[in-house]
């Protein structure tokens, strides 16, 4: 529970959410669970936006709490629907409207000011919640011959809608039953799972291995992106996810060693063993290609050892941009061992999160003084290592080394436990917001050392474009050649069309700036148009070319996901 | 130099090598550089085999002084010759017998037994030297117009032939003229080169980055396989190469971050983001290729700091293979960072490296007594540590602290020092022993920790089944899922057929015991037929689309590479 305010606290929306209503679909994760913003946050909020407490008071947003209702055709046949009746069962074959839509958006902003807006555009007509590999696998060669269209929705977390049935068709929805272990090998440490099973139900089964599966020891995955409560293992291996921890225990591409899948043209299973050079490599000709050649079915993930007692954390301030940014440069070049969780913010984010988290309210502010620190220029620098004992001191022992060195100062563990506390709690807070009409969602994007001053710039002078706009910045997962740069923008819209077209006027900036627009959200429908322009015409003639031997009458997610069945006129070559 | 035998030594070639000889070609690196075993190796190797002085008083093989000579027609017609002049210059298009063959065969012992016994089956009509990317362009545009084979030889150590003309045509001979770097950027510490460049060139240029570049630093690649001395970066990347301190600085796989081919749908480049996620990685789907969808031109490589003054060395005994094994795994799975070097033998190869190094005639003999380590079934555990001093520091005290838990006894860094001394002119032992009818060859595989005793015992049974064969393995490249086992079996074979038929068996054992039967090697014209067995019917289908994209024609690499030309009735389903 948070404290009262002291000064006036906006009505934050506290009531039921009903079953069967729109804000049941767009509200992030559990329905009953609610986090409004502390009254720091808040104030900060209106600072930052100029804004007062009269816009808040009263809400500016549809709730969405009527129950959803929209007139769309079920455009399968009788006889089609039959026979998904007889491959998942009578129960697992849903036609009503709100099954329909529950599948078919995902979690970028301009899904959810459509579904507050009660814009229902692109719905399945069934829904199908298969229980096993082999259902899927009928499921996909009976749609193959009948040409119907295959959607998948996993965690439903995608911000690039990813989900969304643009041809209408079927949707399998993993979540209700597609969703257990089913092998683990603590020898070669590896797991086995459905591709619907959810972040936390695969770290639990982990770190439970011994009374689970009777092994010698705990296990992590290590895979913590910030939608791992509402995601799926499927989800982050098709789009190429990253957790928060992927400095260390790296990104999904570097953990799954095996894949199957069900396509229009057959089931393909890869092997797993640990290295190979026998030809291109199946498992990455599959990865990231987010539900276009087929279905994911199971996934063979390699896993860690779970030593929660050796974590060090960190936090630094730097005297500004540049120079934490060379440190963390440093950092990742100077071969120590790489920390697990990896942040350096901007130096408006840092202001947020000073405050966010109290430091502004700390003896620490005067100590920045003291050491010629300025606010807006100073950049927080937060993380923690992981690993064998030694391991993670003496790789934190060196981070710390390093960052003396470039003129950091010293926060303790202090700012990384606050950030630790809300890191997967803070995206309840964005429907809260949302109710009084501002808007937050993030972008990201990809790019080397040598160009990231000059794409942080670039990217933010576009987003700050718009007035009042809050546009925070951190980099995170870091490599020796580069990192992630990720955007937090906060800002007031109400139209979907005028989120799309900010949407888009980021990733223009993006590509033109000499980055690439995903590290990790992957490209789905949203970003498809802008694919070819950034890979080139051959290159993403490949992907065509590997589009066309799967699937060759374009059943699975059709509709512009990473623009393979786009025509030209709808591509945007920003470069 | 090496000391004088004691008793009789066999008159090992010393001869000058003629120019355009037959061994000028199948030799192994240098011709002016010859190493003959010590005495020692040569008793062991009378001891193993059961063969006496005897056998080694009268060359059995020819010895390939004669001047190349053959009469293979040139199929290509002179305007398509003086088109190929019009684009490399008049002195780069060669048509000489030598010339031919000088790049139609690689370093398998079936390539050495065929020119020593003048077989000359497949040669390309006209080899090529380019000097640029835009030129090798070209000459694949015209190619791919005029339907004309294309084959490409960068080091020619390929034990897989893959660099054999089967369909004659034209090779590209990279290594004359494409041998450059074409740009160093230290703060991306990336490095591009055209891809015949060869190990020894490129690692120079990396060491003497602050004199060549004006880094502020020295690098290196890390890679460095055995072949590292007459190898090319080009048949790294195409073949998924890897190095002996992989375990550390990763496979080729892992050091690749942009390439650009030349291919007959048009030219791809790919770009050099840290890591991304924007549909599959075309880098991975090139990657691997064998020459069978492009030529490579231009290479990108991630490169790490040069700091061998924090190589820490250890070697330990292990009582047997499992308790190595062990402790192998052990060290893979704790977390504790991964040594470099990273190679565990097995009794036999154990045997054979103590004496080798001369241990058995140290003190350390009567020690391995005291602590009941008994012969033919003690293994050998070497390695070193790279990186940042105390990472490496770490690295190399834990793997020792294991190495303890599992009753090691500690051999100091004396066994590893040999072993580095000879780990780039062994294999110039090869060719001297050979003149006496001694072949020697290796195979190797990927495996997973669960299943590697098996598949040791079984692929190591079908190499003993031949009468007097020396079979020594070991593990190398290692991780926390499994391990490559490396075969380097001792053998008389005069018939290169006898020798195919005798690594055919090896690759079925490979394939039947559960393991995938290249883990650096590649795949080649030779295991070619393997392939779809190993990867399945519906996954091999994926790799003849991406070659029927790429060259719908068949004039990349043709004659069985990857098994990808082949008809079903060549190929070899083992499983």
Redesign the interface.
């Known amino acids: 529970m948070s404290k009262p305010y002291k000064g006036f606290e906006p009505a934050w929306f506290h009531g039921e959410v009903p079953e069967r209503s729109y804000r049941s679909i767009f509200k992030w994760g559990d329905p009953n669970f609610i986090k409004p913003p502390k009254e720091t946050l808040y104030t900060l909020m209106k600072d930052m936006f100029g804004v007062t407490d009269e816009d808040f008071k009263e809400y500016s947003e549809n709730l969405g709490l009527d129950e959803v209702s929209f007139d769309l055709p079920i455009t399968l046949a009788e006889p089609q629907l039959a026979a998904f009746r007889a491959i998942v069962g009578e129960a697992f074959v849903r036609t009503d409207n709100y099954s329909r839509l529950s599948v078919a958006y995902g979690k970028t902003m301009y899904d959810i000011l459509r579904l507050r807006n009660k814009i229902v555009e692109n719905v399945p007509s069934a829904v199908l919640y298969p229980d096993t590999k082999e259902q899927i696998e009928q499921i996909v060669s009976f749609c193959a011959k009948e040409k119907i269209p295959i959607y998948i929705y996993g965690g439903g977390s995608s911000v690039t809608r990813g989900v969304e049935c643009v041809k209408g068709g079927i949707s399998l929805d993993l979540r209700l039953r597609f969703n257990k272990v089913v092998n683990f090998?603590e020898?070669?440490?590896?797991i086995t799972v459905q591709a619907g099973i959810g972040g936390p139900s695969l770290e639990q089964a982990l770190n439970d291995a011994v009374a689970r599966f009777g092994a010698r020891r705990a296990y992590t995955l290590g895979h913590f992106p910030q939608s791992f409560e509402y995601s799926s293992v499927g989800g982050w291996v098709v789009?190429?996810?990253?957790g928060q921890n992927s400095t260390y225990y790296g990104?999904i591409?570097d953990m799954v060693?095996g894949q199957e899948y069900a396509t229009p043209?057959?089931?393909?299973?890869?092997?797993?063993?640990?290295?190979?050079?026998?030809?291109?490599?199946?498992d990455?000709?599959?990865?990231?290609?987010?539900g276009t050649f087929g279905v994911l079915t199971h996934v063979t993930l390699?896993v860690?050892?779970h030593?929660p007692e050796t974590t060090k954390r960190f936090s630094f301030m730097f005297k500004d941009w540049e120079t934490g940014q060379a440190a963390a440069?440093e950092i990742m070049?100077?071969?120590?061992?790489y920390p697990s969780v990896f942040r350096l913010s901007d130096p408006e984010e840092t202001t947020f999160m000073l405050r966010l988290y109290g430091v502004d309210e700390s003896p620490l502010r005067h100590l920045f003084h003291a050491r010629g620190f300025r606010e807006n220029e100073m950049c927080l620098f937060l993380g923690f290592t992981?690993?064998?004992k030694?391991?993670s001191r003496?790789?934190a022992?060196?981070a710390a080394k390093v960052a003396r060195r470039y003129g950091g100062m010293s926060l303790t563990g202090m700012v990384t436990r606050g950030w630790e506390k809300g890191r997967f709690s803070d995206p309840y807070m964005r429907d809260t917001i949302h109710d009084f009409g501002v808007v937050m969602d993030t972008m990201e994007c990809?790019?080397?050392?040598?160009n990231l001053s000059k794409v942080h710039a670039e990217v933010r002078a576009y987003c700050k474009s718009r007035p009042n706009t809050v546009c925070l910045t951190h980099m995170s997962?870091v490599?020796?050649?580069?990192?992630?740069l990720y955007w937090i923008f906060i800002t007031r819209i109400s139209d979907p069309e005028e989120f799309r077209e900010y949407h888009a006027g980021i990733l223009d900036a993006i590509q033109r700036s000499g980055?690439?627009?995903?590290?990790?959200?992957?490209?789905g429908k949203m970003f498809g148009p802008w694919?070819e322009g950034?890979?080139?015409r051959?290159?993403f003639?490949?992907?065509k070319?590997?589009k066309?031997?799967?699937d060759p009458d374009n059943i699975m997610n059709p509709g512009g996901t990473?623009g393979l069945d786009l025509e030209d006129k709808y591509k945007r070559f920003s470069l």
């Not at 490599?479 to 992630?484: E, L, S, T």
């Not at 980055?515 to 490209?523: F, K, N, V």
């Open positions: 090998n020898v070669d440490q590896l789009t190429h996810g990253s990104c591409q060693l043209m057959g089931n393909i299973k890869t092997d797993q063993y640990p290295r190979k050079a026998t030809g291109p490599d199946l990455r000709i599959l990865m990231g290609s987010e390699k860690s050892r030593m440069r070049q100077s071969e120590a061992g992981n690993g064998e030694r391991f003496n790789c022992r060196h990809s790019v080397n050392w040598s997962h490599y020796p050649q580069g990192a992630n980055a690439t627009m995903s590290h990790h959200h992957g490209i694919l950034s890979l080139g051959n290159e003639a490949v992907l070319a590997l066309n031997h799967f990473l």
